[in-house]
């Protein structure tokens, strides 16, 4: 066995002549399991938050979206259309017409997101079962119907069964010069019923109408412009590949897809930022915990300035003195890491299988914090514990090192 590793070994476990060096590596062990096991904690809540939200905008965000580089629409034929549901994985294809417009229901009004999309939409989606009130359907009797989000519902106090009463959608006007003279002419007017409301989430539901898309393309203009077109691929696994097939496909039209991570992309970003700030954080936090590992290894040094001069003596090199001190520091963080790994570990399971902490919310979809334990955490924690253990142990390594050897002698 290596001399410096079994030295540490005998100093980590045998019985100091100062209880209170026992104490302060009794608080140092404890101080890395703490801060080891609470960064754990936090970063697996925030993986969790991170798969909620992924899962949550996957309930009406398709699995590819095609939408130009530059501008809001694109050109749209049959041919193209065609082309995609031939690309082996390809599943369903959905043209779609989405922008803002000015939502009236009697006296009150609201900015809302209009999306027009065709009648394979809840393939993409299959939003149907978050119906709350009304009819799952984009037409009915051949009529046109909207379906409407429950925060506008609620913001509108829109009646459902009064059909004597329409949405009223205004929508700037792109084929004539504007009218200052009468404002009203500037803007196209149709109206539409609302058909049924839909609780998703809650930047749908408080901003976001359903239309059939030859409604939104009446309203808007577009004529034969889209502006996405939504893919749906038949195996979750095959995204990338299907993806790579569509860009080949329509990259030279100016076009690009994005898959579901990519249309989420400003909110994942600023969870992983938020993350990081808080690994930091934590960071500093076990840092601070590992100073304790300063004052025990520099009073241990103190105690065995006896056992260094013999060593010394015997031809021992300064350098396996100071390895002695590196190597017991490294035991105590091993002690406490590998405690606060099991200990975070621990309460992660019991929060996933129990819900331990609530998230004290009634209304909220979920009851308790989510987590997703991650084995990369655990490897970025455990190199991050090596790092401030070793920066930790290594000034009073060193100094052991300065010992008077006649004196001690």
Known sequence: MNV??????????SKKKSNFINFISAISVAGVAVSTAAMVIVLSVFNGLEEFTRSLYASYHADLEITPVKGKSF??????????SQIQGVQAVTEVIADDALLRYKDLQLVVKVKGVSENFNQQYPIST???????????????????????????????????EPLVFWYPRKDRQVDLANPANNFQQRLILAGGTLAIEQQFDQSHVLVPLEWAEDLMQYKQKRTSLEIKVQREEDVISVQKAVQQLIAPRGLQVKNRQQQQESIMRAIKIEKLFVFVALAFVLAVASFNIFFTLSMLAIEKQRD?????????????????????????ACVGAFTGLALGLLICLLQSYFGLVSLGIQSSLIQS????????????????????????????????TAVNVPEQL
Request: aromatic share 14%.
């Open 369 to 400: 914090y989510p987590v997703v334990i991650l084995w990369t955490d655990f490897v970025a924690i455990g190199l991050v514990t090596f790092v401030i253990t070793f920066l930790a142990s290594y000034a009073p390594a060193w100094r052991a």
């Open 130 to 164: 978050k119906l709350v009130g009304g009819t799952f359907a984009l037409k009915q009797e051949g009529a046109p119907r909207a379906l409407i989000g429950i925060g506008v519902q609620m913001q509108l106090g829109i009646d459902l069964a009064n059909d004597l």
């Open 4 to 13: 410096a590793f079994f030295v540490a070994l005998r100093y980590l476990f």
């Open 308 to 332: 260094i001069a013999i060593f010394i003596a015997m031809g021992a090199l300064p350098r396996l003195v100071s390895n002695i001190f590196l190597v017991e520091g490294f035991f105590i």
């Open 75 to 84: 050109p749209v034929d049959r041919g193209l259309v065609a082309s995609l």
